[in-house]
C-alpha cells in the first residue's frame, strides 16, 4: 500500500489503496472501508443492600449489557458492589473505585457505564479518578433512542430530553473548555461561553416544547377527524413484542419487528380486523424499560396521549422473561407517573409458545391477573382469545336499541344493516321493528332525525341509547 498524494493541491487522500503490476503500467484503486472505533465497555451495578435491584443485579445487568450492545459497544467486564447509602461524591466506594480504574486498565476499555444514575459531580470525579468517560443507564437510553428515532415528533421529543439531561451537565462534557481550564487569561471568556452555551440550550428547551404542543394539538385534530371505533393501545415493556402483535393483528408484514430493545420508536396505528364483521383501531406504543429517564418520559407524553384516548390499553408482557412480573410493575410506575393508570388496562401475556408448561403458567396468571389474555403470534390461531375479547368489548361500546321504521323507509333499513349489528327483524304492514346494536353517535343521529329509537333491556339492566 502507498499514500496517494494530490500533485496540484500537495494534500494526502487517505482511504484509497493503490495496487501496482511489475510493469508498473496499470493502477487498480480499491476504497478502504473506514469505521468508527467500536467502544469497550465495563458495566458497574451499584444497587443499595436489601433492594430488589440487589436481588436482581445479574439480570439487570444483563439488560445493560443489550443495551450497550444495542448503542453499538462491546461490553469486556461486568463489576457490581451493593452499597449502604450512594457516596455523594463517587456513588461507590473510594477502593471501588481504584478496583474498576485497574479492570479498565487490564481490559483497555474507553468507557464505563452505571446501570446507576449518576449526579453531574460523580460523573466528573468518577471520569477524574478513572481517567476515561463515565456514562450512566439514561445517557445510554437517550443515545439509543436518538438513533433509533425516525418521525419528525419523535426527534423532537428526544432532543428536548437530552438537552434536559445534559443542562446540568454542562462543564463535565463541554470538551473545549478544558482544553483551557486553568490558562492564564483564558479563565473569563471560558466560563462567559459556558453560560452562553446554557442560555442557547434553555432557548432550545423552550422551542422544542412549543413545538410539542403544537404536535399534541395536531394529534387532536386527528383524533377528532377519526370514524367512530374501538380504539385500542399497546403498552409494556420494551421487546415484549407490542409491534409483533400489531402485525400479527393487521397482516401487514411491513411493520418492523426486531429482537431488540427499542427497535421502534414512532407511533404507529392500524385498523385491524376482528372477525364478524367488527374492526378496532390499534396503536403501538414507545416501550418502556426499567430506570427510563424521567426527561424522556415527559417528551414523550405526548405520543403516548393516544394511550390515554383509548378505548383500552392492553399491557404486552413477556410471559417467557425470568423477571416477567418486574418488568409488570415497571410498566405500571410509568404509566402512573404519565397519569395513565386508572385506564382499563388488560394483561395479555406474549410469547406462549416459548414457555415449556403453556397451561400451568396459564392458569397461573389468570389467578393472579382475573381477566388475563394468553397469546402467541408465532401461530395461527394464537390470537384469537384476544381478537374474541376485542369484539367483546367493541359490542359493549355500541348499545342494543329497537329502531321502528316506516316500511316505505328502505334506505334507513339498509343503512342499520350496513353500519350497525341487525340482531332481529319483525315486520307489520305498516313499520320494520329491529333490533340492533349501533355506536352512540349513530343512536344520537336517528334520535336528532326524528326516529324512534327505544333502550332494550340486557340482561335485566337498561341498556344506555345515547
Given at each position: 500500500m502507498e499514500d496517494i498524494y494530490s500533485q496540484r493541491e500537495g494534500t494526502r487522500r487517505l482511504g484509497v489503496r493503490a495496487d501496482t503490476t511489475r510493469e508498473g503500467n496499470s493502477i487498480s484503486k480499491t476504497p478502504i472501508q473506514v469505521r468508527d472505533p467500536i467502544e469497550r465497555a465495563v458495566l458497574v451495578a451499584a444497587p443499595r443492600k436489601g433492594s430488589s435491584d440487589a436481588r436482581h443485579v445479574t439480570e439487570h445487568l444483563e439488560e445493560l449489557t443489550r443495551l450497550v450492545d444495542t448503542a453499538g459497544a462491546e461490553v469486556v467486564g461486568r463489576m457490581s458492589q451493593q452499597i449502604a447509602a450512594p457516596n455523594p461524591a463517587t456513588l461507590i466506594g473510594e477502593g471501588k473505585v481504584e478496583e474498576i480504574a485497574r479492570a479498565v486498565a487490564d481490559a483497555g476499555a474507553?468507557?464505563?457505564?452505571?446501570?446507576?444514575?449518576?449526579s453531574p459531580v460523580q460523573g466528573a470525579n468518577l471520569e477524574r479518578e478513572m481517567n476515561v468517560?463515565?456514562?450512566?443507564?439514561?445517557?445510554?437510553?437517550?443515545?439509543?433512542?436518538?438513533?433509533?428515532?425516525?418521525?419528525?415528533?419523535?426527534?423532537?421529543?428526544?432532543?428536548?430530553?437530552?438537552?434536559?439531561y445534559l443542562l446540568p451537565r454542562l462543564t463535565r462534557m463541554w470538551t473545549h473548555l478544558s482544553r483551557i481550564r486553568g490558562g492564564i487569561g483564558l479563565r473569563g471568556p471560558g466560563e462567559t461561553q459556558l453560560?452562553?452555551?446554557?442560555?442557547?440550550?434553555?432557548?432550545?428547551?423552550?422551542?422544542?416544547?412549543?413545538?410539542?404542543?403544537?404536535?399534541?394539538?395536531?394529534?387532536?385534530n386527528i383524533r377528532a377527524g377519526r370514524d367512530p371505533m374501538l380504539s385500542v393501545a399497546l403498552v409494556g415493556y420494551t421487546n415484549a413484542g407490542k409491534s409483533s402483535v400489531l402485525r400479527a393483528l393487521s397482516g401487514q408484514h411491513e411493520i418492523v419487528v426486531e429482537d431488540r430493545l427499542f427497535a421502534t420508536l414512532d407511533t404507529l396505528t392500524r385498523e385491524v380486523?376482528?372477525?364478524?364483521?367488527?374492526?378496532?383501531?390499534?396503536?403501538?406504543?414507545?416501550?418502556?424499560?426499567?430506570?427510563?429517564?424521567?426527561?424522556?418520559v415527559a417528551s414523550f407524553r405526548a405520543t403516548l396521549e393516544e394511550a390515554?384516548?383509548?378505548?383500552?390499553?392492553?399491557?404486552?408482557?413477556?410471559a417467557s422473561h425470568p423477571d416477567w412480573d418486574g418488568q409488570m410493575h415497571?410498566?405500571?410506575r410509568v404509566l402512573a407517573e404519565l397519569d395513565l393508570a386508572d385506564r382499563p388496562i388488560i394483561p395479555v401475556f406474549n410469547k406462549m409458545d416459548a414457555l415449556t408448561d403453556p397451561a400451568g403458567f396459564g392458569a397461573r396468571v389468570r389467578e393472579l391477573y382475573p381477566g388475563a389474555l394468553t397469546i402467541t403470534t408465532m401461530r395461527t390461531n394464537g390470537?384469537?382469545?384476544?381478537?374474541?375479547?376485542?369484539?367483546?368489548?367493541?359490542?359493549?361500546?355500541?348499545?342494543?336499541?329497537?329502531?321502528?321504521?316506516?316500511?316505505?323507509?328502505?334506505?334507513?333499513?339498509?343503512?342499520?344493516?350496513?353500519?350497525?349489528?341487525?340482531?332481529?327483524?319483525?315486520?307489520?304492514?305498516?313499520?320494520?321493528?329491529?333490533?340492533?346494536?349501533?355506536?352512540?353517535?349513530?343512536?344520537?343521529?336517528?334520535?336528532?332525525?326524528g326516529v324512534e329509537v327505544v333502550a332494550e333491556q340486557v340482561e335485566g339492566k337498561r341498556a344506555r341509547a345515547g
Open positions: 474507553s468507557i464505563v457505564i452505571f446501570d446507576e444514575e449518576l468517560r463515565v456514562m450512566d443507564r439514561p445517557e445510554v437510553i437517550l443515545d439509543i433512542f436518538s438513533t433509533r428515532a425516525r418521525s419528525h415528533e419523535a426527534k423532537l421529543q428526544v432532543e428536548l430530553a437530552q438537552l434536559e453560560e452562553t452555551d446554557r442560555r442557547i440550550i434553555r432557548r432550545r428547551i423552550q422551542g422544542l416544547k412549543q413545538k410539542l404542543k403544537d404536535v399534541e394539538k395536531h394529534r387532536e380486523d376482528l372477525g364478524e364483521g367488527q374492526r378496532a383501531r390499534v396503536t403501538d406504543t414507545v416501550g418502556f424499560i426499567r430506570k427510563l429517564p424521567h426527561h424522556l390515554r384516548g383509548a378505548d383500552v390499553m392492553l399491557h404486552i408482557v413477556d415497571v410498566v405500571e390470537l384469537a382469545s384476544l381478537k374474541a375479547k376485542l369484539r367483546e368489548l367493541e359490542r359493549a361500546g355500541r348499545p342494543m336499541v329497537r329502531v321502528r321504521l316506516p316500511i316505505t323507509d328502505g334506505a334507513r333499513l339498509a343503512a342499520l344493516y350496513r353500519d350497525g349489528e341487525v340482531l332481529s327483524r319483525e315486520e307489520s304492514a305498516s313499520q320494520y321493528d329491529i333490533v340492533v346494536r349501533l355506536d352512540r353517535w349513530q343512536v344520537e343521529r336517528l334520535q336528532r332525525e
